[in-house]
DNA sequence: GGTCCTACCCTGTTCAAATC
DNA sequence: GATTTGAACAGGGTAGGACC
């Protein structure tokens, strides 16, 4: 899957960011012209563009529905009609048209504000500090020497990434589009939700495992809940039915300390469907039934989180152990 | 009446990004 | 440095209550 991320500039006699984000692995560029740019996108076929400016005008006054709802957020944002911001959102406008008639998908993204919601500092407290926030979330490939457009543009190039992987929303403009921010909770969380959700249980263990390390409670409490709710699956796909109500046991036992909410999971439903799953191995595990109702499989729904795709109620076959 | 403290209002400053 | 908007914050002024 391939991302292109553009931190636009609003002449085409300055240069913009360009960054070209493949598995993880990024490449940056600058370039000049909206030639130049449409250029680099039929060259790396990206599935998505996201582009740091303003796409849309506002109705009225200088603020979109989306920049108030991000200023609500404590995220600074500026108003799009006043000299070089407006140049830069018409710039903006102009260029989406251009790769949507090319058949690319455009979203505006906001690498700033994207920073700020994923702990990361803004350029402005040092290039190299954000640099290597970048590295820490996984972004391999950045160049030493970057310049801020090129490092705005990787960090424009992830967020379109998250998009494509469920990992962040729309702030809508009211007008059909708006700004794509990442969803705020950790990362490492909401792939294990992904990873859950497609079947792969042990993978999700792992992913939320490695941030159940460093946790506090009550977060730490409710990564085990997950992780034992994962780990049970992986016995039922194995049909070790004690086993499985062993384990869904201590993710009760787990889940129970918890609030009502944690990361955007409504704790009091998720604890409903692990009861409704134990009772089902229970019945399967004293011989009152043969095999399990897959659709009693826990769903796990972050607020904000799209459902994109349809639930995998099966393991995959390729979910195996990781050798360590 | 004088002093002190608190609450509230108003004004001014700062900050955000990008360009000239 | 100026330009843009809007929120947050700091600081000054004022009003009102409590106390000596």
Redesign the pocket.
């Known amino acids: 899957m391939t991302v292109m991320g553009i ?1 636009l ?3 085409e ?2 240069a913009s960011g360009v960054c070209i984000l493949r598995n993880m692995k990024v490449k940056t560029f600058l370039a000049k012209s909206d030639e130049d740019l449409l250029n680099f996108a039929l060259q790396f076929q990206p599935k998505l563009v996201a582009i ?1 400016a303003p796409l849309s005008l506002p109705k009225e ?3 979109r529905s989306c920049d ?1 709802e991000l ?1 609500r957020l ?1 995220i ?1 944002v ?2 799009v ?5 407006r ?2 959102t018409e710039r903006g406008i102009r260029l989406k048209m251009s790769f949507e008639s090319k058949g690319f998908s455009v979203v505006e993204v906001f690498p ?1 504000g994207a920073q700020d919601l994923l702990g990361l500092p ?3 407290k040092g290039l190299a500090k954000l640099v290597e926030g970048l590295k820490k979330i996984g972004l391999k490939g950045l160049k030493p020497d970057a310049t801020h457009d090129e490092v ?1 543009a990787a960090t424009a190039s992830f967020v379109g990434w998250m998009w494509l992987n469920g990992f962040s929303e729309l702030v809508s403009d009211g007008q059909g589009g708006g700004i794509v921010m990442p969803l705020p909770y950790p990362l490492k969380f909401m792939e294990g939700v992904r990873l859950y959700r497609n079947g792969f249980y042990w993978h999700a263990h792992e992913a939320w495992e490695e941030i159940w390390r460093t946790a506090n409670e009550p977060y730490r409490s409710f990564l085990k809940g997950l992780i034992q709710i994962a780990a049970a699956l992986i016995q039922c796909d194995r049909n070790r039915w004690n086993g499985a109500l062993n384990l869904l046991s201590r993710a009760q036992r787990y889940l129970e300390s918890c609030p009502e909410k944690l990361w955007g999971v409504d704790l009091t439903n998720l604890r409903e469907q692990v009861d409704a799953l134990k009772n089902e191995v229970a019945k399967i595990s004293c011989g009152q039934k043969v095999s399990l109702n897959r659709k009693l499989k826990p769903r796990i729904l972050p607020e904000g989180m799209p459902l994109s795709q349809k639930e995998r109620l099966k393991r995959s076959k390729r979910d195996l152990p990781v050798k360590r």
Request: proline residues 4%; glycine residues 14%; positive net charge.
């Open positions: 931190d500039s609003a002449s006699k300055r740091d006054g200088s603020l108030r200023i404590g600074k500026l108003p009609n006043f000299g070089a911001m140049k830069l700033g803004r350029k402005q705005d």
